[in-house]
């Protein structure tokens, strides 16, 4: 069994910076010899991706915009990518929105519009691109999903974007059943706590670090290095028997009562 992924191609969506989960992500999957493709929200952030993908040795990536909320960008983005390298092995899936007002204070303030932002981008946008992907690949694939333990039980201030994130489990979930008589897997990881710009903002994100540190087995948080070799595993044929699966890489902290 060859675990190198030299000759496949893999999607990246969802690099903002260099603090990107989904930049960790690439960087294994560059590492284990993978072809990149990167999809960015809007042209705001067309450069800096491009800047980033450029101090990967030795990669030609290719970059399209691609606003999850948009189905005809979406098919756009697919058709495109078909057109340019035909069939592809696997995606990351590394997106979620949720309005600032609706990620602190009680869920039960939760207006219908934070509510559905909220699915449409981090949960509903995994069917759209999971259906696009799909028939690209030809030779059968992976599909990883970013979770956290906020959609398993309830943690304090991440509120409608749990709601969103059980969501996306059950989505992975019914994912996994349609797209396995392709041959293409669908999996979810659940990292730890990690400082990106998702989290800029976020009151109290020191203490909930400091907690992971006191706490967790490991007593330590995790990194984007960490959740991008799990990616790189899940992608890769070292994983082929394993789909419809979440797999924490949150130095065991949900292990905890
Ligand atoms: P980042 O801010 O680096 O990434 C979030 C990404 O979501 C951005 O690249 C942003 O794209 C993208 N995005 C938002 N709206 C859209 C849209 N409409 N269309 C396309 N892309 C969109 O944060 P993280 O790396 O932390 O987040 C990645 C994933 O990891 C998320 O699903 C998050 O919930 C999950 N996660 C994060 C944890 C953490 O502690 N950081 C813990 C557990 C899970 P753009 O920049 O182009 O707008
Ligand atoms: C319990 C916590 C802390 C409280 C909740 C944090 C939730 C974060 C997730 C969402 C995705 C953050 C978000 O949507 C921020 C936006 O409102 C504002 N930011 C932006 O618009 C920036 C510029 C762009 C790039 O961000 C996005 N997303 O597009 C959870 C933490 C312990 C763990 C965590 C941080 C989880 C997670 O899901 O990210």
Redesign the pocket.
């Known amino acids: 069994m060859n675990f190198s992924l030299e000759g496949r191609t893999y999607v990246v969506m969802g690099v903002?910076n260099k603090r990107s989960i989904a930049w960790g992500i690439a960087r294994s999957l560059h590492h284990a010899g993978a072809r990149l493709i990167f999809t960015y929200?809007n042209e705001r952030f067309e450069k800096p991706v491009k800047d980033l993908a450029a101090t990967l040795e030795g990669q030609d990536a290719l970059f399209y915009e691609c606003d999850v909320t948009d189905d005809e960008a979406v098919k756009k983005t697919f058709t495109d990518i078909k057109n340019d390298v035909g069939t592809i092995h696997g995606l990351a899936h590394c997106i979620?929105?949720?309005?600032?007002e609706d990620?602190q204070g009680e869920f039960v303030d939760t207006s219908r519009d934070g509510f559905l932002t909220a699915q449409n981008i981090?949960s509903y946008s995994l069917v759209t691109v999971a259906r696009e992907a799909a028939p690209l690949m030809t030779e059968g694939g992976g599909i990883v999903t970013m979770t956290?333990l906020?959609g398993e039980r309830v943690?304090?201030?991440?509120n409608v974007?749990g709601v969103a994130?059980a969501s996306l489990d059950a989505t992975m979930r019914y994912l996994a059943n349609d797209l396995g008589k392709e041959s293409i897997r669908v999996n979810a990881i659940s990292a730890g706590?990690i400082r990106?710009?998702?989290?800029?903002?976020?009151g109290d994100?020191n203490s909930?670090l400091q907690k992971i540190e006191a706490d967790a087995p490991l007593r330590r948080t995790v990194t984007q290095e960490e959740v991008g070799d799990t990616a790189y595993y899940l992608l890769s044929d070292l994983s082929r028997g394993v789909t419809g699966e979440i797999i924490h890489v949150d130095s065991g902290y949900n292990i905890l009562g």
């Not at 979620?96 to 600032?100: D, P, R, S, V």
């Not at 943690?155 to 991440?158: I, W």
């Not at 990106?196 to 976020?202: F, Q």
């Open positions: 903002a929200a979620a929105f949720a309005k600032k990620l981090s956290y906020g943690v304090q201030n991440y974007m994130k706590p990106t710009l998702s989290a800029k903002g976020v994100f909930i």
